[in-house]
């Protein structure tokens, strides 16, 4: 099955304790987004990449890492987690050529 | 920069109706946009994609237009049900970078029995 996987799906902990977020999908997609999702804000893409060793910032990159070191994986990093950071978060994938994108079930981020 | 707007931000209606969700983009030579449905707790899914030299797609139940000189999309959902509850949210690419999508806050439809 077609799918976009990311886990933690809920991780709550403490400001300035690193973590990261996995995301990987399995359709061979070229394009990999990161977003965050806030009530009112709706949703604002963090990073993205194009393909493997090739990423781009997106409108809210600040407090974040990724990495694409392989094509099907695209982590997100919060070096040093702060309480702006709790959102909801979703990973995207989608082939080239402005095909429809595909979503992961979201990771509830809750930092204290 | 593009913006997206969608209005309005909440609709109740029975089940049966035919309804029209509405998302006004402000840069007229947007690349495509999309329709997406997400479900409380669930990622968004992707209904429908138009690109730029379409007027319209479907899907089932599901008709979604394009208008680039009014700088507006509709979807259209007939014959509502109550698995239609859930929020529809549109996405057009940012002006002069396709890779990065500019969302609208969403329509939380409930349909009810």
């Known amino acids: 099955e077609a799918q976009v996987t990311q886990n933690p799906r809920y991780l709550i902990t403490v400001t300035g304790k690193k973590l990261t977020v996995t995301c990987s999908q399995n359709m061979n997609h070229e394009y990999m987004s990161w977003y965050r999702q806030d009530p009112g804000l709706g949703l604002r893409q963090i990073y993205y990449s194009m393909n493997v060793e090739v990423t781009d910032k997106g409108d809210v990159p600040e407090g974040y890492k990724v990495s694409r070191k392989e094509k099907r994986n695209f982590p997100l990093i919060l070096e040093s987690p702060s309480p702006n950071q709790t959102s909801l978060y979703f990973c995207a994938s989608r082939n080239r050529g402005g095909q429809p994108q595909h979503f992961g079930d979201g990771t509830r981020l809750s930092i204290l | 920069k593009q913006e997206v707007t969608q209005i309005p931000a909440a609709l109740s209606v029975p089940e049966g109706e035919n309804l029209v969700l509405n998302c006004s983009f402000t840069?007229?030579?947007?690349?495509?946009l999309q329709w997406f449905r997400q479900d409380p707790g669930k990622g968004l899914t992707s209904l429908l994609l138009?690109?730029?030299s379409q007027r319209e797609q479907t899907s089932g139940r599901l008709n979604a237009s394009l208008d680039k000189s009014s700088g507006r999309s509709t979807l259209y959902i007939a014959a509502s049900q109550p698995g239609d509850s859930a929020t529809y949210l549109c996405a057009g690419p940012n002006a002069g970078n396709n890779r990065k999508l500019i969302w609208g806050l969403g329509t939380s439809l409930a349909v009810n029995p």
């Open positions: 840069d007229s030579a947007i690349y495509n």
């Open positions: 138009i690109q730029s």
